[in-house]
């Protein structure tokens, strides 16, 4: 009776099982490195893909920081575990591309939704960045921010400085840090989120200067900086004789600096676009500006190149899965969805159309200085020096420029030395990286 | 020579000790292997091309400055928290053996930071000292004091060893009470009828009666100090400013999995494990045979 009874439920079990497998939505599996506001963001987003139709479930994991999520899809990717989709952000783009048969192309992925994929609907800068030499695109980019400058308008004021105005080129920007400092509207003039990321990727895109040999590794893998000359130099002599009287402090290398911002001890940032939710949030009486840039440098200025992150597809998986992948990036690429993430979040809106609907909408006239991470990517057509830097080991290369701006600002070497060093160490690091 | 035991069950004894075996095996002997062979090769971090490399990466790792400068960084890291966590915690255990009301409280509150995780050990520190929104930073610089462990590498090192230091002695502190406790009262009272003060009681009968718990303490210390810092040193400095808090586990950790460089990681894991196998060796060898067990 016993056994019976036993076996029936096993039966029973058993059929239950594989008809929820014959009708069960493929799951998606979406790792990504979001937090806060940006990660309610990413919840809303899945729960409203799940419940517009009923073939696919994506299924967002948090893995952690951006560097920590990169990690662990490495090495579930290793241990064939990978999930369908993972968020990387822009110094890892090398990293992901150096890795062919890792990864799928969105733009091959993308017809398997019924939809042809069609560059032109999105931003081209940001496009640009995100293929390969040859045009296709590989992986979708979900945030792109690019860096701008914040101000604090209340000690504009209290130092006499135009607070409607902010200060365009690097010389202003430094005489106002020194007018600040000097009349005590704050403790600290000028500081600055990733200073390698703007202070020398960007500024290279920015004043149409060579970063790298290759076109900065787009055009290929081998690459040695040129970051050591001119006005690489001088900017950053600027600052580190700046940071002797605290005019200019340094908040960390990432984006610690943001804090120094907003608790008042600084007057001038300059941060990504991405960071405004915090600004916002904050209640600081703020105002943005573009990004300052030098007048002698010839063509400046050009234009910014896309931080931020993307989305990648691992190999491995079947075609079923593969097109719930690419329903889901469809989804994503619709202009209601990217407007209304471009407008909650500061980061840029992926498609023409969804930046068309939000101009339209007069959302930049009622937010003055929204718009300028944009036109700072899309004013001028990109040059051999301002389309992004690819490097296969460019978060090893960060560091090394980090480790020597670091003793730079604390007065142990002058910034051509730092520089020099930083040259010498990063191409020995990348001759290193690409004898793989 | 004590008897010999002996076990009338040939299997008994190894199904005993199996589990053990089975957990040394999965948590030590397999990761260790693996590092083995990984430091042999050269790969990508995705592992789609692999070449045998034999010792081309311990060549690399050794040549480069910035793995001389590691092992600066951690010999003078290791031996100023060692020193420093063990006589702090000989110092409070002397003044706690003194007490007389209330000695369990005090014990408890002095034993309770052991409790912390490395991690939370140094966000405290570094909320108490961040120049940005620190306290104490706050404090320093109205003192006119230029404290920036951001930017200068000394500092970042003094934190560092603070906070690690701290963590540790709460442990110490506890086998040194232990250790007091077990040393004959008489032998100390008939010493102050001798007429040798305070100072001279402590080094010429406690301290040298204390020494089983100091050498063990040494061993445990430096292994703490070398490996179990990681999360402090992540938390605090994350191996900055330079690289003036890049210990060798640190090391590991960045080149592996910042700058994906397998093969140069494995390397040092090995060269580590040599180190740490050596350097107890050592201790056993020679410091034990200096230490008076009674």
């Not at chain 1, 019976?4 to 096993?10: I, M």
């Not at chain 1, 931003?123 to 040859?134: C, E, F, H, R, T």
């Not at chain 1, 676009?273 to 500006?289: E, F, H, I, P, T």
């Not at chain 1, 202009?335 to 471009?342: A, P, V, W």
Request: proline share 5%; hydrophobic share 45%; glycine share 8%.
């Amino acid at each position: 009776m016993k056994t019976k009874t036993f076996a029936a439920g096993l039966a029973a079990t058993i059929t239950m099982l594989s008809s929820s497998a014959a009708f069960a939505v493929t799951e998606i599996q979406w790792w990504h490195a979001m937090t806060g506001a940006n990660n309610e963001v990413v919840e809303t987003l899945s729960k409203e893909f799940n419940e517009s139709q009923g073939d696919y479930k994506v299924v967002p994991v948090f893995k952690g920081t951006y560097p920590e999520t990169l990690n662990a899809g490495i090495a579930a990717f290793r241990a064939r575990q990978a999930p369908h989709i993972i968020q990387v952000f822009d110094v890892g783009t090398g990293v992901m591309m150096a890795a062919e048969g890792a990864t799928r192309a969105v733009a091959d992925v993308l017809p398997l939704a019924g939809k042809e994929f069609n560059k032109d609907e999105y931003l081209p800068g940001i496009v640009a960045y995100y293929s390969k030499p040859d045009g296709t695109m590989l992986s979708f980019p979900y945030n792109s921010s690019s860096p701008i400058l914040y101000y604090n308008k209340d000690h504009f004021e209290k130092a006499g400085l135009d607070a409607s105005n902010p200060p365009k080129t690097w010389p202003e920007v430094f005489e106002a840090a020194k007018k600040i400092k000097a009349s005590g509207a704050a403790a600290c003039g000028l500081t600055s989120t990733w200073l390698t990321w703007i202070g020398l990727e960007n500024f290279a895109a920015w004043n149409n200067l060579q970063y790298g040999t290759n076109e900065n590794g787009l055009a290929g893998v081998d690459v040695e900086l040129k970051v050591n000359e001119g006005l690489f130099v001088k900017h950053f002599q600027n600052l580190a004789d700046l940071a002797k009287d605290d005019t200019f402090r340094y908040g960390g290398r990432t984006s610690e600096a943001k804090q120094l911002f907003l608790s008042g001890e600084c007057s001038i940032l300059t941060e990504s676009s991405g960071g405004l939710g915090d600004v916002l949030k904050s209640g600081l009486n703020y105002g943005l500006g573009q990004l300052p840039y030098y007048t002698e440098a010839e063509g400046a200025p050009q234009n910014t190149i896309p931080g931020g992150a993307s989305l990648w597809i691992f190999d491995g998986h079947t075609d079923e899965e593969y097109k719930g992948v690419a329903a889901f990036f469809s989804f994503l690429s619709q202009t209601e969805i990217q407007e209304r993430l471009h407008q909650v979040s500061g980061y840029l809106p992926v498609t023409m159309a969804a930046y068309e609907a939000t101009k339209s909408s007069g959302f930049y006239d009622k937010n003055p200085g929204r718009e300028i991470p944009i036109q700072q990517m899309m004013g001028k057509a990109p040059t051999a020096n301002s389309k992004g830097v690819r490097l296969v080991n460019l978060p090893q290369v960060r560091d090394i420029q980090n480790e020597e701006f670091e003793k730079m600002l604390a007065g142990e070497q002058t910034a051509q030395e730092a520089l020099d060093k930083a040259v010498e160490r990063s191409n020995a690091a990348i001759k290193q990286a690409i004898g793989n | 020579m004590s008897a010999r035991v002996t076990f009338p069950n040939k299997i008994l004894p190894y199904a005993l000790i199996l589990p053990q075996l089975v957990i040394v095996g999965i948590f030590f002997y397999w990761p260790a292997s693996q590092a083995l062979y990984q430091s042999v090769l050269r790969e990508d971090p995705f592992g789609l091309r692999t070449t045998f490399v034999g010792l081309a990466n311990f060549r690399h790792v050794l040549t480069q400055p910035s793995y001389i400068n590691s092992l600066q960084t951690t010999a003078v890291f290791s031996i100023a928290v060692a020193f420093i966590a063990m006589s702090v915690a000989l110092l409070l255990a002397v003044m706690a053996d003194k007490v007389i009301k209330g000695k369990g409280f005090y014990r408890t509150m002095m034993i309770w930071p052991y409790a912390v995780a490395p991690a939370i050990a140094g966000m405290v520190w570094l909320f108490m000292f961040n120049p940005t929104m620190g306290t104490f930073a706050y404090m320093l610089r109205s003192a006119g004091y230029a404290w920036d462990p951001l930017l200068k590498g000394d500092q970042a090192m003094i934190l560092i060893i603070a906070a690690a230091a701290w963590k540790q002695i709460s442990y110490n502190f506890l086998f040194f009470v232990a250790g007091l406790q077990a040393i004959p009262k008489t032998l100390i009272e008939a010493a102050a009828i001798d007429g040798a003060g305070e100072t001279k009681r402590f080094w010429t009968i406690v301290f040298p009666l204390l020494a089983p718990t100091t050498f063990f303490l040494l061993v445990i210390n430096t292994t703490y100090a070398f490996f179990d810092t990681f999360g402090i040193i992540h938390a605090v400095t994350g191996g900055g400013p330079g690289k003036a808090t890049e210990t060798l586990v640190y090391k590991v950790y960045h080149d592996g999995f910042v700058n994906l460089i397998l093969g140069d990681s494995a390397a040092q894991s090995v060269i580590l494990m040599v180190m740490v196998i050596a350097l107890t060796a050592i201790q056993f060898r020679y410091v034990e045979k200096k230490v008076h067990y009674g």
